[in-house]
């Protein structure tokens, strides 16, 4: 399951995902949570990615990161 679809079902905004993540603000997850393909995408780092697995009880794992087909 992608973060973004994650977020949605659970009706928060990037403000109150990065508050549950501790990211430093919105913008930074507003990135994790964009198609592989844009720009501004970025992967989230070990921590975070560690925090996004737990706090979505595992259904958001690492690889649902990465667009491993076309």
């Not at 990037?14 to 508050?19: E, I, P, T």
């Not at 501790?22 to 964009?34: F, N």
Request: charged residues 25%; hydrophobic residues 35%; glycine residues 4%.
């Amino acid at each position: 399951m992608k973060l973004n679809d994650w977020r949605t079902v659970k009706k928060l905004s990037y403000v109150q995902l990065a508050l549950k993540l501790g990211a430093s603000h919105a913008g930074v997850v507003r990135r994790w949570c964009l198609d592989p393909k844009h720009q501004y995408y970025t992967i989230p780092n070990q921590e975070f990615m560690r925090n996004i697995v737990n706090m979505t009880d595992g259904a958001v794992q690492p690889n649902d990161f990465y667009k491993l087909h076309e």
